[in-house]
């Protein structure tokens, strides 16, 4: 049984001070302290039942024999107990305890409160969001393919109108001395052959007004060498510090021809990823 007895209890003690005092084992469904009928006041003794069997020996362990209100409280199991009738002449507060017990109550559900998230929902639209964005990759590739084939049929279409002019498609270099000026007037694009960003972005630190997206003689700027060189790093530095991507040069070639003849695929990304920006 999970009731217990409570005997030589103090007539001062309330079924409250009954709950807080033999709650420390175990949780209370009801208490059942027994009152004078006439005057309702306590007759000294209860009885008390634990939501689990096991609390009723804890509770008989700890409690017989302990004082309470100078008072050696006899606590003992109750092998059968029956809960006493209600009367109508009992006072509302008791004849309530009585009914409802002092157990937790579970609150019943109301329409208000939100509906738990479904979980197959939930893992559905997960599904559908790491779809979508494989979708999406998908389509970001096809339009690099795409646009890589137009910049390559342009760069064929100058190549060959450059040839009909009798035009190198290549970056023709002067002669040996010529080189070895045109590095030193051009520290920015002697950085970009020798492929040290380091350099490059020591050179357009420590010149803050240095036109990034100025032409030679062949009318190429400092990124068609990048592209043509194809550092991915040197690429996005001049485009960060200004470079005009759609600059074209004697042959009507822009630097993203320059990469595409090169076969510099990463140059390539970087200048279409710029071109929408």
Known sequence: SAWIYAGNLSYKLTEGDILAVFSQFGEISNVNLVRDRETG?????????YEDQRS????????????????????????????????????????????????PKTPEPSDSEEELPDIDAIRDHRKNKVKQEKEKRKEKEKRLQR???????????????????????????????????????NPLVCSILEDDVEKMENILESNPNLNVSKQDNHKQTPLHYAAFIGNENTCVTLIRHGAQIDVKDNIGLTPLHRACAADRAQAVEVLIEASHD
């Open 56 to 103: 009723t020996i804890l509770a008989v362990d700890n409690f017989n024999g302990m004082e309470l209100c100078n008072r050696p409280v006899r606590v003992d199991h109750v092998e059968e107990y029956k809960v006493p009738k209600i009367h109508d002449d009992m006072e509302p507060e008791i004849k309530k305890l009585k009914i409802e017990g002092v157990g």
């Open 147 to 185: 646009e890589f084939r137009c910049s390559l049929a342009l760069f064929r279409a100058a190549e060959g109108k450059s040839r009909r002019q009798s035009r190198r498609f290549t970056m023709s270099l002067p002669p040996e001395q010529q080189i070895t000026n045109f590095l030193k007037e």
């Open 41 to 49: 006041t306590s007759k000294g003794f209860c009885f008390i039942c």
